[in-house]
């Protein structure tokens, strides 16, 4: 990925964008995760419920504090304990998080992003963001920037065009307060 490139996503955001982008596992959609207008259509690209609610990514522990409610230092330090695969925590939410970022739920899904693209887009935009598979509902989720092109055409702001691994799984979802396995 150029700098260049990295600054046109950065500025897609900035301006209440949504962009596709490759993470450890998947090419996501990504927004602003408090600009409640871009969570909206990327919940109308993926014809996704707002009920399920939406995973945060970040490049580091402080840019997902804001969205969970969790001061116990060993839980923190499990959170932010690099893993063999990715994987998205289920997190207490805090008292403020926007509705539309957590559906249904009294919690919150994050993730410490692996992904080198994925890291200097949060380094670079200041913050979390918004991290959903690249893909409209019933669909594989895109692997590459082709697939995205397909699937969302010209209603995407930006896309980072750098590769995923192709055989990357999905991430794990574990619930970080009582260790419960979602997704394995």
Known sequence: MRPWQLRRAVRAL???GVIAYPTETVFGLGCDPLDALAVERILDLKQRPAEKGLILIGATLEQLLPYIAVDDAALLNKLAAPQARATTWICPLRTRVPSWLCGSHSSIAVRITNSPVARQLCRQFGSALVSTSANPAG???ASDALTVRRYFG??????LSDRCDRHARPSRIVDLVSDTVIRA
Not at 154 to 159: G, N
């Open 14 to 16: 900035r301006h209440g």
């Open 139 to 141: 669909l594989r989720p």
């Open 154 to 159: 010209d209603r995407l702001d930006y896309i």
